[in-house]
């Protein structure tokens, strides 16, 4: 439901025929309520129409608290949805209320395509943070391609852009050892926030365990003990939510971790080195480790 919205937003005039129904699930609040269509081009990536009047088409931003849903499973299709700013996952639900994470939309993705064919959401959206989102009324998209074909062409390259993640998951599924599979999750964090013009080296989850785990076909508990070894091993540095990626390139080729025995041997070689290091003159590390 839309709630308190706040007094400058009255004074905006939305274009003509700006669906609205969708809006009423979030909720507005000061600041950039509409873009046009060259920055909501550069959102997604691609070439803006240089045909197009840019203020020809406003386009509305809602913004969602963490925890809301956007849509839900079965909900009449009409809009698709980009994401301005903030972190979602969208997930599948059975008959007894398990979910199945799908994927973890952020900053420049484009969500909803799934409730095209059936004009029903084929999954559920849901906030992990405050999020600020752009909706794109299924009938202006369909509007701008039959006027603009080579933006339509550049949208549903947006599309495929979604399809080949979701694909390249699915392979990964098949393929990769529990403990590859959190590593490349964290490599695919790295390089996305680096798009977005963050850190790729230090970032915050915003998803849980459960969740991480539930994305990548893994149990909670092996989701934290990979996370844990990696820490050990010096791959990455964990506090909690926030990551450090130490070794990128060994998150990137890793295949299995070695086993424990091997890895505490890792450890205590690392230590001693950090000794010699910290101390010059120490006794080499085979003497430390026969103390």
């Given at each position: 439901?839309?709630?308190?919205?706040?007094?400058?937003?009255?004074?905006?005039?939305?274009?003509?025929?700006?669906?609205?129904?969708?809006?009423?699930?979030?909720?507005?609040?000061?600041?950039?309520?509409?873009?046009?269509?060259?920055?909501?081009?550069?959102?997604?990536?691609?070439?803006?129409?240089?045909?197009?009047?840019?203020e020809e088409f406003l386009f509305q931003h809602v913004q969602f608290k963490t925890g809301q849903r956007i849509h839900t499973?079965?909900?009449?299709?009409?809009t698709l949805y980009i994401v301005h700013s903030g972190f979602l996952k969208t997930v599948l639900i059975d008959e007894f209320g398990n979910e199945q994470v799908l994927s973890f939309p952020m900053k420049g993705d484009l969500f909803g395509v799934d409730g095209i064919h059936s004009r029903r959401y084929a999954s559920e959206a849901v906030a992990l943070s405050n999020c600020d989102l752009i909706l794109l009324p299924f009938k202006k998209f369909t509007a701008l391609g039959?006027?603009?074909?080579?933006?339509?062409?550049?949208?549903?390259?947006?599309?495929?852009?979604?399809?080949?993640?979701?694909?390249?998951m699915v392979s990964m599924l098949g393929a990769l050892s529990a403990e590859a599979r959190v590593a490349r999750f964290l490599v695919s964090l790295s390089d996305r926030f680096a798009e977005m013009g963050y850190s790729s080296k230090l970032f915050n989850l915003r998803m849980t365990r459960h969740e991480i785990g539930s994305y990548l076909g893994l149990t909670l508990e092996t989701v934290s003990r990979t996370l844990s070894a990696f820490n050990e091993i010096g791959l990455i540095t964990v506090d909690q939510r926030s990551i450090g990626i130490k070794d990128v390139d060994a998150l990137k080729t890793l295949r299995r971790l070695p086993p424990s025995s091997s890895r505490a041997k890792q450890v205590a070689a690392k230590k001693a080195k950090q000794l010699r290091d910290a101390a010059p003159g120490t006794a080499p590390a085979e003497q430390l480790e026969s103390v």
């Open positions: 439901m839309l709630s308190t919205q706040m007094s400058d937003t009255r004074t905006e005039t939305p274009p003509p025929g700006l669906h609205s129904s969708s809006s009423e699930a979030g909720w507005q609040r000061q600041g950039k309520l509409w873009s046009n269509l060259k920055e909501l081009c550069e959102l997604l990536r691609i070439p803006a129409a240089s045909s197009v009047n840019d499973i079965g909900q009449p299709f009409d039959r006027a603009h074909v080579e933006l339509e062409h550049a949208m549903y390259s947006v599309m495929s852009r979604e399809l080949v993640r979701e694909q390249g």
